[in-house]
């Protein structure tokens, strides 16, 4: 795969294939990526997760309705009236997406409760949006950086970003789910469920039409 057939199979502007070319074919040469199902299935995921491989931070801004369905019994429906977002409001306002991720995230693969704030601090980031404390450890364990210390890294540094994308998928055995064409068993293991699963699919059609042996 070159950067034109990555810029085509991922539908990016040139300059989105320009910025994430290089490291993306670098992490998934490091982490056996290789044959062209796995790519492209990669390459669904992952733009899925980034919005296009335009979004390395998970945004909270939550309608009271979303935060209740997306998070379920983690967000009482009485707390998300108060820190969904209000009438008026164009977004969430910045000190109250905090909370949010501090509540839904706390205790959870290594996260401390809520008063912690891990929730925050271990959101998603990063191509695949690597979450948790507990993963932000394995991933920089993986990569040979303190993640847990500064977490922000999988934000700002785009090398990471994308290694980390390619690590989670490697430890994760999604070479072996894409090999079978299990889609809807690869959405499971990235997302935890079948969040976005049209429009992954719709990605990974994409994806094929351009990455072929």
């Given at each position: 795969m070159d950067k034109?057939?990555?810029q085509q199979a991922a539908n990016l502007s040139a300059a989105l294939a320009d910025r994430w070319w290089p490291h993306v074919d670098a992490a998934l040469f490091e982490?056996?990526?290789?044959?062209?199902?796995?790519?492209?299935?990669?390459?669904?995921q992952?733009?899925?997760?980034s919005k296009g491989f335009s979004s390395l931070a998970e945004s909270f801004d939550y309608s009271v309705q979303g935060l209740v369905?997306?998070?379920?019994?983690?967000?009482?429906?009485?707390?998300?009236?108060?820190?969904?977002?209000?009438a008026g409001e164009r977004v969430v306002p910045l000190e109250?997406?905090?909370?949010?991720?501090?509540?839904?995230y706390a205790s959870r693969y290594g996260n401390g409760e809520a008063a912690t704030g891990d929730g925050w601090k271990f959101r998603?980031?990063?191509?695949?949006?690597?979450?948790?404390?507990?993963?932000?450890?394995?991933?920089?364990?993986?990569?040979?950086?303190?993640?847990?210390?500064q977490p922000e890294l999988l934000a700002t540094d785009d090398r990471l970003?994308?290694?980390?994308a390619?690590?989670?998928w490697f430890a994760h055995g999604c070479n072996e789910l894409a090999d079978r064409g299990d889609f809807a068993q690869l959405t499971r293991r990235i997302n935890g469920g079948t969040n976005g699963l049209d429009d992954r699919r719709q990605r990974w059609l994409r994806a094929q039409q351009f990455i072929h042996a």
């Open positions: 034109q057939t990555f982490f056996g990526i290789l044959l062209p199902h796995r790519v492209a299935a990669w390459i669904a992952v733009g899925h997760e369905v997306n998070f379920g019994a983690r967000m009482p429906v009485k707390l998300a009236g108060t820190l969904g977002r209000q109250r997406q905090p909370r949010i991720a501090s509540i839904v998603g980031r990063g191509l695949k949006q690597i979450t948790f404390r507990a993963n932000y450890e394995a991933c920089g364990h993986a990569l040979g950086v303190d993640l847990v210390a970003a994308a290694r980390s390619a690590w989670f």
